[in-house]
């Protein structure tokens, strides 16, 4: 079992910046992949970012890349997710989900970033 919660969100202007947390607990946090996801109004939950278990590597989708930065303290049981240049289609819910099962198998409830023009 592993449990998420997600912090940071809130209100920015557009190119302004967040940096959202998600605390792990449970299982060993550092043997496995952990992503983030966000779901805008009306739309499907989408991927955002992705790292793996020891840091050394990254995804991101096309649509966040050079301007988002995903990363992970393995002492300290967190990913962190820098949001820089926001723009208002970044306005969202914003989940982290732990990979431990070749799936995105345990969520986060979720943080709210709003993005204004």
């Known amino acids: 079992q592993v449990q998420l919660v997600e912090s940071g969100g809130g209100l920015v202007q557009a190119g302004g910046s967040l940096r959202l947390s998600c605390a792990a607990s449970?299982?060993?946090?550092?043997?496995?992949?952990m992503g983030w996801f966000r779901q805008a109004p009306g739309k499907e939950r989408e991927f955002v970012a992705g790292?793996?278990?020891?840091?050394?590597?990254?995804y991101y989708a096309d649509y966040v890349k050079g301007r988002f930065t995903i990363s992970r303290d393995n002492a300290k049981n967190t990913v962190y997710l820098q949001m820089n240049s926001l723009k208002p289609e970044d306005t969202a819910v914003y989940y982290c989900?732990?990979?431990?099962?070749?799936?995105?198998?345990?969520w986060g409830q979720g943080t709210q970033v709003t993005v204004s023009s």
């Open positions: 790292i793996n278990w020891s840091g050394g590597s990254t």
């Open positions: 449970g299982r060993t946090f550092s043997s496995y992949p």
């Open positions: 989900a732990a990979n431990t099962g070749g799936a995105y198998d345990y």
